[in-house]
């Protein structure tokens, strides 16, 4: 069946630094990519998403590229904020039912 | 942008009773709704799909008596925990689809004594 592993968590950095989440995932077919965010008391919100291979998806300076070759999805910022602090979920959607599979979620925690 | 909400946004309730929850589709109409649960520091489980107009479908190991899924209307779900006991208290969080991406709702935090 489909899954999606994220790198465990919690991830710890200062303000600005580089972040890189790391996501693997298993399918079949040729699934939609996103990556979810959860700020603390919230539910999630959509961060961005990639249909195809090879697709980039970008929002609020975070980044992610389809890689169909390595069966990942990365999700990428140049320089965090303490804002940034939450839960990122990465997941997949089959295109049939649209029933998304997550992983287990990563923290961010960013200190000033 | 494509707004989802949920009510009540929490709830505390005996042990024994029944609580409804909805979910609703503000800006779009949605034939398929998305029902999960969240457990502490945990990923969503996905309990049931539900769809206008007809039965909802239940993710292996959800108890279709137990949680009681209606989707009258195409902006409009709800969850009916039945009998509700400690172990039901969760975060219960639905979704719509629109486009082809699933819009999450704020959740539902429910708390049983």
């Known amino acids: 069946g489909n899954s999606v592993t994220q790198m465990e968590g919690p991830v710890t950095l200062s303000e600005e630094a580089f972040l890189t989440i790391n996501c693997t995932y298993t399918?079949?077919?040729?699934?939609?990519l996103f990556w979810y965010v959860q700020y603390p008391g919230e539910g999630l919100q959509l961060l961005l998403k990639?249909?195809?291979?090879?697709d980039k998806g970008s929002n609020k300076g975070f980044e992610a590229t389809y890689r169909k070759e390595t069966t990942s999805f990365h999700l990428e910022k140049g320089s965090v904020q303490v804002s940034d602090s939450a839960v990122y979920f990465c997941a997949l959607s089959d295109r049939d039912g649209n029933k998304l599979v997550f992983g287990a979620g990563t923290i961010l925690r960013v200190k000033s | 942008g494509a707004v989802v909400s949920q009510h009540p946004s929490r709830v505390i309730c005996k042990s024994g009773t029944s609580v409804k929850i909805e979910c609703r589709s503000l800006?779009?109409?949605?034939?398929?709704m998305f029902w999960y649960r969240q457990f502490p520091k945990q990923s969503l489980m996905l309990m049931a799909t539900s769809n206008e107009g007809s039965k909802a479908t239940y993710e292996q190991g959800v108890e279709k008596d137990k949680f009681l899924i209606n989707h009258a209307s195409l902006t409009l779900s709800t969850l009916t925990v039945t009998s509700a006991h400690p172990e039901d208290s969760s975060f219960y969080i639905c979704?719509?689809?629109?486009?082809?991406?699933?819009?999450f709702g704020p959740g539902t935090r429910l708390l049983v004594l």
């Open positions: 990639a249909t195809k291979a090879d």
């Open positions: 399918a079949t077919g040729y699934p939609s």
């Open positions: 800006d779009f109409q949605a034939t398929t």
């Open positions: 979704s719509a689809i629109r486009t082809e991406t699933q819009y």
